[in-house]
Every structure is written in C-alpha cells, then in structure tokens.
C-alpha cells in the first residue's frame, strides 16, 4: 500500500534552516505530483508547495523565495528546504500524494512538527 513518512522536523531558532523529507513506497513515484502542506491548531491545512512528475514547481506565497521544494526520484523521495524560517512558520508540515493522473487517490503522510522560535 502507498506509504508516505515525513523526517526532518524540529526545533530552530528564527531565521534558522530545516530540511524536511518524505519517503514514499507503494507508488511509481516517478509518475507523481508531490506536495507539502502545513497545518496550525484551529485552522484548515494549508498548501506550501508542490512539485510534478516533470519538476514544476508552486510555492503559497508568504514561502516563495525561503523554501525550495525538490525531488529525487531514484530515492522516491520528496524533499522540503525551508530557510529564513519565521515563528510563523510554526506548524505540523505534511506530505501529499496529490490526485492527479495516474493517481485518483490523495494519500497523507503523518506529519512532522516544526518549531520557529523568536
């Protein structure tokens, strides 16, 4: 069955770095439309960016230009950089398998905390 694990979440000081990954099994991953998202207590999880089959890329905002979404497919791996971090940035961080063709379905991973402080 599709597995998706998040690693690399944390604790960082503001304006610091983390490197979050995501491991997917299950799936020809090659053939996927990847995407992270994040999600605080009390509101709707949000998009953060996404990279296809091909290595497009679609970045929310307020992240363009701080964090690089990429992926290494010989890995089956998705990967999230995300510098210049913001308290704001605070949040449980997601991986997706988004529904596109060939895939009909959207598979979640569990999720892995990230800490900005001030």
């Known amino acids: 069955q599709v597995q998706l694990v998040e690693s690399g979440g944390g604790l960082v000081q503001a304006g610091g770095s983390l490197k979050l990954s995501c491991a997917a099994s299950?799936?020809?991953?090659?053939?996927?439309?990847m995407g992270w998202y994040r999600q605080t207590p009390g509101k709707q999880r949000e998009l953060v960016a996404t990279?296809?089959?091909?290595?497009?890329?679609n970045y929310e905002g307020s992240v363009k230009g701080r964090f690089t979404v990429s992926r290494d497919n010989a890995k089956n791996t998705v990967c999230l950089q995300m510098n210049s971090l913001k308290p704001e940035d605070t949040a449980v961080y997601y991986c997706?398998?988004?529904?596109?063709?060939?895939?009909?379905?959207?598979?979640w991973g569990q999720g892995t905390q990230v800490t900005v402080s001030s």
């Open positions: 997706k398998l988004e529904p596109r063709y060939p895939y009909s379905h959207e598979y």
């Open positions: 299950g799936i020809i991953f090659r053939l996927t439309t």
């Open positions: 990279i296809t089959s091909g290595g497009s890329t």
